[in-house]
């Protein structure tokens, strides 16, 4: 089964709206972390926003927001008022348990290519 | 100042050739990764290195060699190279191992095996 899946392969926004990019995840630790990353055209990846398992509050990061629904297994970002520069490859990933083998690795969704039209 | 670079940012290069990818990282991190992105963009984690001690090495041939000659570095080597092997690849490094430590990645090598 897949850990991190994002089923939207592509999204079209128009700039200065919202949008929300879905991510839904699998595990059975308690312990885990949610991140979101950035992928332009140039092919940097930039981390955007972080979510902890236990963190009961959802992540904010200026424009950015999780949107943590931790019994649906779902963390999805939105992006408030969209702008050209947003055009760009999204990744969910997930960090399971605390440490120890396997734990330690970031495993990525597939992506959703978001394109903001003017 | 580059937190996370890697050299070279292209390579192109012959099938059977041996080649090698350098990263350093100045951010005082304790691990270290390598990941590979193919051309579909999914990216997989290849190798980690927590304080120079080897914590993930999933299945990847044995062409590829990691070394982390100290915290602050993480080469790979490929022997051997296949034309499968054209990919990105992305050094990345965290402050610990632990679930709540995000990555920071370097800008990727593409890799193109002729």
């Known amino acids: 089964a897949q850990k991190i899946t994002q089923t939207q392969p592509g999204m079209f926004v128009q700039e200065k709206e919202a949008v929300t990019l879905d991510c839904t995840y699998d595990?059975?630790?308690?312990?885990?972390?949610l991140f979101w990353y950035k992928q332009p055209s140039s092919g940097e990846m930039i981390f955007l926003i972080y979510?902890?398992?236990?963190d009961e509050q959802n992540a904010t990061e200026g424009r950015y927001s999780l949107n943590f629904q931790k019994a649906r297994k779902s963390a999805n970002l939105v992006i408030s008022a969209s702008q050209l520069g947003d055009s760009a490859m999204y990744f969910c990933?997930?960090?399971?348990?605390w440490g120890g083998g396997s734990n330690y690795k970031l495993t990525f969704g597939k992506g959703t290519l978001l394109t903001v039209n003017p | 100042d580059t937190a996370v670079s890697q050299t070279p940012k292209y390579l192109v290069t012959q099938m059977g050739n041996d080649k090698s990818i350098k990263c350093e990282q100045n951010?005082?991190?304790?691990?270290m990764y390598w990941y590979k992105q193919d051309s579909k963009k999914f990216l997989k984690i290849m190798f980690s290195?927590?304080?120079?001690?080897?914590?993930i090495n999933e299945t990847v041939p044995n062409r590829f060699s990691p070394k982390s000659p100290d915290k602050a570095h993480l080469n790979l080597h490929i022997n051997s190279l296949e034309l499968g092997d054209s990919a990105v690849y992305f050094c990345?490094?965290?402050?610990?191992?632990?679930?709540?430590?995000?990555?920071?990645f370097g800008n990727g090598t593409r890799l193109t095996v002729t």
């Open positions: 595990t059975s630790d308690q312990s885990y972390g």
């Open positions: 979510q902890g398992s236990y």
């Open positions: 951010l005082g991190h304790d691990t």
């Open positions: 990933a997930m960090r399971e348990g």
């Open positions: 290195y927590n304080n120079k001690e080897l914590i």
């Open positions: 990345a490094s965290s402050q610990a191992p632990q679930y709540n430590s995000p990555l920071h």
